[in-house]
Every structure is written in C-alpha cells, then in structure tokens.
C-alpha cells in the first residue's frame, strides 16, 4: 500500500512539473503520404538541444524560456525544414502536423558493408561481418547493410577500398591501399550514428566528389549531436563478449560553449573463435565554440587503443579434422592460450576547424588535423629451423598420404596427433622455447621469435568547403583539400621466446642483411631488422559542384581535378639491390580529373526518375608503386592511372503504403593494379627456376560490374510490414593483365628481383568480392506499445573463390628445364579442369530482430535484440582463395588427388547476437 501511495504521489507531482513547463511539440508527416514519420532529427537551433520524432511522428521540448526560436527538421531522406516560432507568457507551442518533403537525393545511405576483416585490416580475419553506420529511410540500403551485409555481401560488388570517409571534411582513407581503418574510431556509435552525409554509389556529395562506393562524412560539432547523456551495454557472441558505452553532450550553451565527450570499452577473454581475444578503449572530445552568429570553431580529438587477435583460413582437410572453428594461430603456454597473430593499433587524431557562415546564403568551412600512431602486427619469424605452423603442409596427413614410400604407421599416427595431440594441431610454445634454450647453450641465435611488421602513420590534412548560391535555384559548392602522410615501415623484435639474440637474416633468403651493419648482426627486443623505410605520399584535390533546381527537373554536374606524388625513402641497403634500396627514390607525379552528374526527374511527389553517370581517373596506391618495397623501389613498366566509367539508372516510388525502387547499374574499371603475397614452387621436382617466395602484381586489370537492384516495401497493416530486396550482379575480369613477380629469391635475381610473365589469362574469371546475388524477405511487426519483431530470410548465391593469378599465365604450362616449351603433354581439357573456378554452395540464412523502447518525460530506455543466422547453418564459407604454391601444370595434376595445397577458407560460425540496453536523458 504505502509503495502505491508513493507512486501515485510521483506520478502526481510529475504532472504539476509538467503542467507548469512551457513546451513545443508537433506531429511531423509525409508531404505526399501524410504518414508520420519516425526518428527524424528536430533541433532548437537557439539551445542546441536535440529530440527524435517518436512512432508517431511526435516531438516536443519542454521547460522553453521566452523568445524566438527556430526549429531545425532533417533526416535522410528528407528535404530539411525550418520552421521560426516565438515562445511568451509561458503558453505551450503546438505546431500541429508539419508537413516535410521526400527527397530522392538523400534518400541512400553510402552502404559501408564491413567484415571483421575491414574493420580489423587483417587479411587473416573471417569472423562474423557487421553491417554499417546507419541505417536508412531506402529499403535496399537498409536491408543491404544489416542483413545481406551480415554475410559478406558487398552492394554493387565493389570493394570497400572504393568507400571514401571524412571527419569534418579529412579523408581517413590510407594512402598505402586507399582502404579505412574503422578500428580508429571503434566503439564510438554515439559520435558516428548518425552522419552528416551518405551516398550510394556516384550519388553526389556536397563534401567530396567521391569515389565509386559513395561518401561517408561526420560533421563533429557538439550541437549537430544529440544533447544530453547516454548509456549502453552490449552483450554479444561475435568479436567482442561485452561493450560499454557512455556519452554527455552539453550541446550549445547559452554562453556559445558546447562540450561532447564520449568513452567505450569492448572486450573479450576469448572471443567467438577459440584462442582470440578482444581488448579495445575508444575515446571523443569534442569542444565546440560559437564566437558569434557568423563564426563558431570546433576542437575535435578522437582514438581507440585496441589489441586483439585473429583467426586462420583453413584447407578443407584442416576443418574436417578439427571442426569448421578451428584456428591454428594459437597454442597452450603454462596453461594459457597465446596466439602469434595479434594486431595492435592506435593512431589518434586530432582536428581544428572553423565555421563561418558569410552571409545568409554563403557558409565556409575548413578544417586542419594531425594524425598519428601506431599499427602493429604479430607473427611468428623463424630461421635455419622447421616451420612452426601447424597447417604447414609437411604436418597434414595428406603429406604422408602422397609421399613415394607410403608409410600406413606413419599416417596413422598423424591422424592420432590430429585429434588427441594439441602440440601437433596448434602452436607449440612449449617446443619453440626449448630450441631456443638449446641454441642458448651454444651461443647461436634463437631460431624463432614473435616479430611485428609496424606502420607508424604522421599525417597531415587541410579542407576547406565553400557552400553557397548563384541564383535562387543554382546551388555550387567548391572545396580544396590537401592532405600529407609519411609512413614508416620496419620490422620489429617483440618477443625473444627464451633466447638471447636473433641474427638479422631472413627466413626465405639467408643472405638477406643490411650491408652498412655486419652480416651477423645481433637483434633483441625492441630493435628493427630485415627492412626499414619510408613512404612519402602527398595528395592535392580541388572540386566544384553545381545543382540546378527546375519544377520538374533538378541537374548536377560535378568536375574534380588532383594531383597525387609520392617517393619511397629507404633506411637499409639491402646486399641484393645496392643501388635501390636505400635513400630516396624516383618521385612518381599523377594528374587525374573527373566528373559526374546526375538528372533527377520528378513525375509528380510520389514517382521519380533518377540518372547518374560519372568519369574519373585515380592515381595507383603506394602499395601499388612498390610492391616490393621492403627491399628495393622497383615498379611496373609503366605506371597508369586507373580509370572508371560507372552509371546507374533508378525508378523511385513513394507511394503511401508502398515505397521502392528499381536500379540498373553499368561500372567498368579499366588499368587498375592488384597485389598479393605468396609462395610459387614453379621446379616440378626438376632443375630449372628455384621456387620463389614473392610479390605478385597485375598491372591494367579491366573488371566490368553490371546488375540490378529491386526493392520493395509495403505497409500490410498500420503495424505490419513486408520487405523484399534482390541484388542480382555479374562482376567479372574483362582482359589479359600484365603479370608481374617481385622477388628477392634467386629465381628472379637474375631479372634484377622483377619479372614480367607476360599475360594472365583472366577474361570473364569471376572477381571474389562475396556473394553476387543476394535475396531477402522480411516481415515485421511495430506494435503501438513500442515493441517489434522482426524476421527476415537471406539467400546468398554465385560467391566465387579467389583464384591464383600466376596459374593464369604461360608460365604454369612452361616447361622449366625446356626453356620455350610447354610441358609434354599438355590436354586443354585437363588444362581448363584445372583452371576453373570454385564456386562455393548457396546458402539460405535466417535473421530474427526484436526490441522494445520505454519513454519516462525525458528519460528514454530500449532494449533490442539480433539474431543472425538463426538455424546455425555453418556450412556457408564467406571466402576463400586458391594457394598460389602449386606454379606448375604437372604440380597441379598430382595436386588434384593430393590436397597438399589445396584452397584456404573461412566458414561462418553459425549463430550470432546482439543484445543492446541503453538508457537516454
């Protein structure tokens, strides 16, 4: 009784309180369908305070001191809307429905579909694959994202190196493979939720003029942010167990000042994949300073520390003799779990940037930041010792299957260790440390220990973006930006395992030193050895973009012009490459344009027709201009720019109970670059070229990615409703590259360590991008009590293996001891049995979402629920590539039975889920 009385006592006087505060409140709706709309942003721009449109459109500020306002409604896919009101003589302010417009132009959100692997940028990462940054009001986007892209689809099939990100106008795109380290701002959902600005595709941007993967950009300002404080808690079986997050914003202060900090932690003992762990801080402050109604500036600092570990790719004999979670980069040390893979990062930035709204039509804003840090990648380095993996394949059964003299003994006993022994199936620590005793007692070096090949990052950036208008209908805008990263590179000594010293010399080559030291120089711990030198990139890009605004008709054109050098500046000179490889080297200069526009046609509010066509040149990455850049400053014959030709067509309907949209879409990539390590063996047994460990480039690949897009959603009931999304794309190799080997072993020596084989044979291979069709049906239920339940059934089809490329060329039928012969005996039939792709299988996989959302005045709390991958279904393999060790047509027959060197592949783990809690006020 008494709890009763006091709660109808809170409850009460929570009324008086609410009574006697002064609010503005509204139903915001669909211009054309007079729907309410959910979650859309309304700002007090006078307070800076922020509140979200409830299920019914609702909103409302409460507690309004006297005097004029203006109320600020945007969200994607929505013209924005101003809206002047005067609040006096404490009476409420109720604007009754505010109608705001569709707009195609930002209706996408620019769909980065990552994996851990993206996150992480660790090519040996396979775990589970997270959607994006945001959901959208576009059903393909959405559906994409959060669930295609929960399986490795990747939209348009474009890899994520084609997404382009800013912070406050900075590109965080590397210079060395244009890729973006999500991991530098990890866990901060808070700060990045909700983006200025998104693009698909070649959509234009009013920030950059884009790459073909569209434009991600954060505008960081405190009073663009939603007021007040945040708290949350994850728990989750995917990379990380548990997160915590929490955020206070102050928004803009009476006195100008607006303060935003914000603070993660995501961390697992061991993760979903046995003997990985997670361990990452994430960090945010943002002070904000509005001088007057023309100036305001920004001081934004932002970093996440992180230390995890990773997973191993597998040949199918390694899953099927320890399970389809198997890794083999950990093992046991005094009863612990040590892995040699572990990647550690943190490369802090920091930004200053000036808001300055000339007049009422005219802003200006620019940008200047400071990037640093570290990135840190562990394994295992070894010489004059056997190597230690446990999938090396001396270690498989299949080596003992397959050697001359068949020993049944033998064999057994491998299968035995296989499954009763981890000294034989993971790494043995205890092993490693003994034989480095050994050699301690005899003065010699360890013959392993736990090295890191380290980036240290110094970048510099300069934006500045000048948005205004030419006549009432001609909207420009027109940026500059410059940017400048010099990146070290070095090899360094972590751990000694138990020995006293490590000799400088290399693995795969053992006269590999530094001849201004001695041959035998002695490393410890802490200390750079094998390679050490510097790339030196710089990147100038100026940009103009106009809108013409007609009743029926609105058109943009957008032209950009850059220019991009860089130089490698080596440290050690290498015995091998006297004269290329220490110092600086040539600096190579690239001038590239583009340009891009779109026509969007209105049939009437609720029908459009939307065209975007773009043609743009891009200057090959670092890695790309030296692919071997740990010893010497070697490129291609003859260095090109990439060019891209990319359009897209769409129908866009938004109807009332019915919105979707239907897009073809053409993009051709011609005299583009691709990289990859690995170990050829091109002897079959026989004298002639030794095996070679190297660098292999291909140099004016052409790729052709054509599709469509359909997408559909329909409003069954008020709080029913059903989704259906198809993604069918062919994304394919269009030419015979140049094929390139980059090598210090002696195979190629004799060439100067670079080889051109002449053609790879690729045209109308399949490009390994993930799935190139995806299908999803969904229905879900929102009930008026602020819960939903979600279903949603994914089919994943046409994923394709990565294929090596040196079987491509006429050197894998070239007979070695024969020079300008083939191999006797050459069957085109056993030759294209060979050379054909593997396809892996479709997969149906199912994805349940649930949650509820509370409201107490100010207070807001939710809770929510996913589930991936529902019936467990582990037989889906989300990548795989072909060994490039088989180099040789006889090798390759023999491997057909052998499965020495078969394909390496990640499989999914079978069901995830997130649950999330958070708490708002």
Do not use: C
């Not at 199912?846 to 991936?868: C, D, E, H, P, W």
């Amino acid at each position: 009784m008494n709890k009763l009385l006091l709660s109808m006592a809170f409850l009460i006087l929570m009324g008086i309180t609410l009574m006697g505060q002064t609010r503005i409140s509204g139903i915001v709706k669909d211009a054309t369908t007079e729907k309410e709309i959910y979650d859309l942003k309304v700002l007090l721009v006078e307070t800076g305070e922020e509140v979200k449109t409830d299920r019914i459109g609702y909103f409302q500020f409460v507690d309004v001191a006297e005097g004029a306002y203006t109320i600020r409604i945007s969200g994607v896919g929505y013209e924005t809307l101003e809206k002047n009101l005067t609040v006096s003589d404490q009476k409420n302010v109720d604007l009754g429905n505010v109608a705001v417009k569709f707009n195609p132009t930002s209706v996408n959100v620019g769909l980065v579909t990552l994996t851990v692997d993206d996150l992480d940028g660790d090519e040996s990462s396979s775990q589970s694959a997270v959607g994006l940054l945001q959901s959208s009001q576009d059903v393909f986007a959405s559906t994409a994202a959060f669930e295609l892209g929960a399986y490795w689809f990747k939209v348009r099939g474009y890899d994520n190196k084609y997404n382009e990100v800013f912070f406050n106008g900075v590109r965080m795109n590397k210079t060395t493979n244009d890729r973006v380290n999500f991991g530098n701002w990890g866990g901060l959902n808070d700060v990045t939720r909700r983006p200025a600005e998104q693009t698909l595709g070649i959509e234009p941007s009013d920030y950059a003029f884009g790459d073909i993967g569209g434009v991600t950009y954060f505008d960081t300002r405190p009073s663009q942010m939603r007021k007040g404080t945040s708290l949350a808690y994850s728990f989750t079986n995917r990379s990380y167990n548990q997160r915590v997050l929490a955020t206070y914003n102050t928004g803009l202060m009476e006195n100008g000042w607006g303060f935003m900090g914000s603070f993660s932690r995501r961390w697992a003992e061991e993760g979903r994949v046995e003997g990985t762990f997670y361990d990452s801080w994430g960090y945010f402050l943002g002070v904000e300073k509005k001088i007057n109604d023309k100036h305001t500036i920004n001081f934004t600092g932002f970093g996440a520390p992180t230390r995890r570990s990773t997973n191993s790719p597998n040949t199918q004999e390694a899953y099927d003799l320890r399970g389809n979670d198997y890794n083999s980069y950990w093992g046991w040390q005094d009863g612990e779990k040590r892995s040699e893979r572990i990647r550690e990062f943190h490369e802090p930035v920091l930004m200053m940037t000036h808001h300055w709204n000339i007049n009422k039509n005219t802003k200006l804003t620019t940008t200047a930041s400071y990037m640093f840090g570290k990135d840190s990648r562990s394994r295992l380095d070894w010489y004059d010792a056997k190597n230690p993996t446990p999938t090396y394949y001396k270690n498989m059964p299949s080596y003992w299957e397959t050697e001359e003299t068949l020993n049944p003994e033998e064999i057994q006993n491998t299968y035995n260790a296989w499954a009763n022994d981890p000294k034989r199936y993971q790494i043995d620590w205890d092993n490693i440390y003994l034989q480095n005793y050994t050699r301690n007692e005899v003065g010699e070096g360890a013959a392993y220990v736990l090295a890191a090949d380290v980036i240290e990052d110094k970048t510099m950036s300069f934006y500045t973006n000048l948005k205004g208008k030419i006549a009432s209908n001609i909207d420009f805008i027109a940026v500059a930006s410059y940017q400048n990263t010099q990146s070290e590179y070095y090899k360094e000594v972590l751990d000694l395992l138990g020995a006293n010293h490590y000799v400088n010399h290399n693995a795969f080559q053992g006269n590999y030193y530094n001849v201004d030291e001695s041959r035998d120089r002695k490393v410890g711990e802490g200390d750079k050895y094998q390679y050490n030198y510097e790339l030196n990139h710089q990147i100038a890009d100026i940009f103009f973009q106009s809108v013409v605004k007609l009743d029926k008709l609105d058109i943009t054109f957008g032209a950009r012009a850059s220019y991009t050098s860089m130089y490698r500046d080596g440290k050690y000179r290498n015995e091998l490459y006297l004269n290329n490889s220490k110092g600086k080297s040539e600096t190579y200069d690239f001038y590239n344009f583009g340009a891009k526009t779109q026509f969007l046609y209105k049939l009437d509010g609720r029908n459009f027709i939307q065209l975007n066509g773009e043609y743009a040149t891009f200057a090959p990455t670092a890695d790309e201009v030296f692919p071997n850049a740990r010893t010497n400053d070697f490129t291609v014959d003859k260095l090109e720019n990439t060019k891209v030709l990319s359009g897209d067509l769409s129908y866009i309907l938004r109807a009332p109970r019915i919105k979707g949209r239907a897009t073809a879409f053409y993009t051709k990539f011609m005299d583009e670059y691709e990289r990859s390590f690995g170990y050829i063996d091109v002897t079959s047994g026989t004298a002639g070229d030794a095996n070679v460990f190297t660098s292999e480039v291909l140099a004016g690949v052409d790729k052709l990615h054509i599709g469509a897009e359909v997408a559909l959603e329909a409003q069954l009931t008020t709080t029913l409703t059903l989704s259906a999304v198809a993604s069918i794309g062919q994304f394919t190799y269009e030419n015979s590259p140049d094929y390139y080997q980059f090598s210090d072993s002696d195979a190629l020596l004799d060439f100067g360590g670079r080889k051109n084989y002449g053609k790879a044979y690729l045209e109308d291979y399949k490009i390994a991008v993930g799935p190139q069709q995806g299908y999803s049906l969904g229905l879900e239920y929102r009930a008026p009590q602020y819960w939903w339940l979600g279903v949603t059934g994914n089919y994943l089809a046409q994923n394709y293996m990565d294929i090596a490329m040196y079987k491509r060329t006429q050197g894998f039928i070239s007979d070695p001891t024969n020079p300008g012969f083939l191999f006797p005996n050459v069957n085109e039939e056993t030759l294209r049995t060979l050379l054909k792709q593997n396809k892996f299988t479709d997969e149906f996989m199912l994805n349940v979402n649930a949650g509820k959302s509370f409201r107490f005045g100010q207070y807001n709390m939710g809770i929510s629920l996913t589930v991936n991958n529902v019936l467990n279904n582990k037989n889906y393999v989300t990548s795989g590539f072909e060994q490039m060790r088989v180099g040789n047509y006889v090798e390759a027959q023999q491997e057909q039975s052998q499965r020495r060197f078969a394909p390496r592949m990640w499989y999914d783990q079978g069901i995830s889920y997130f649950l999330n809690v958070y708490f708002r006020f």
